[in-house]
């Protein structure tokens, strides 16, 4: 499913966010200071954002393989990036740091209520950790989405990792990267198209071109386009919701993830479980695009 380009016009604060960062990230870089210890947890940045489109939910919630008539009146919480990370950015802006080179390491969500898809949406992020060992800086930083009605609804965390240039190379045995359980079973697939990653950007904001230019893509070190990391938080989402909890989208109540390694597109890839685990990839014990865990709860 193609999405409409004018979801782009709504992303207004997330296409300004990215221009700060990019703006800003030749300042930061010059600035860098070695052993720098913010104070921790950091102070907090709040704001209100305005409810979200009903036609831009609807086409969210169809492009990651979701059933738009499981949310009615309530939204998607692996929605909370397109609203969230110009506040988030805000947390580590003034860092000294070149923030544009930062990663997405991986992300996770706690529903306590249902956020109501009408109301205003009442936002507090804050840097809630900074782990800097000389070679790569992980920054954890926490949103609290809430509502009049919905105190304290959704929080969500993302782990942000910054490779730092004045690393060398870590002699030793190399760490392996997560991989399928051997027992794992496959709850259900999906196919991804060369365009998804545009898709996302329109629906979200998040418009990084590693995701939708191939040339820039390759220029950046890699061998194509890739989804979004958060694109394949929320796919994972669906796929759970859809058919391990028939489509009742109150039980599931947390999800973490980390983000692993590139998913390329096109790319068609299958969602396994073992008991609260979860991972994204092609075939048990096999290598993992993401791999992660959730809890389940009746919060309709």
Known sequence: MEVSIFHAFRQGPMIATLARVASASITQHLFQTKGFIPD????EYSSVAAPRSQALIHDYIAHVGGAP???LGILPPHFFPQWGVPLLAQTIHSLPYDVSKVLNGGAKFLVNKQLPATEPLKLRARLIDL?????????TQQLITETDTAPEALISEIKA?????RAKQVQGVKKEKPRI???AQEIGQFRLSANDGLNFAKLTGDFNPVHWIK?????SGFSGTFLHGFSSMAR????LIKNRLSGRVGYLQSLEVKFIRPLFLPNSVSVFIHQDEIWLGHAPGGAAYLSGRFSLGNLA
């Open 236 to 239: 994972v989402a669906e796929v």
């Open 69 to 71: 008539d499981n949310y």
């Open 40 to 43: 921790i947890p950091g102070p």
């Open 181 to 183: 359980h051997e027992d």
């Open 215 to 219: 040339l820039y893509a390759r220029l």
């Open 161 to 165: 990792i910054l490779p730092l240039k």
């Open 131 to 139: 782990d800097d060992n000389g070679h790569r800086v992980i920054f």
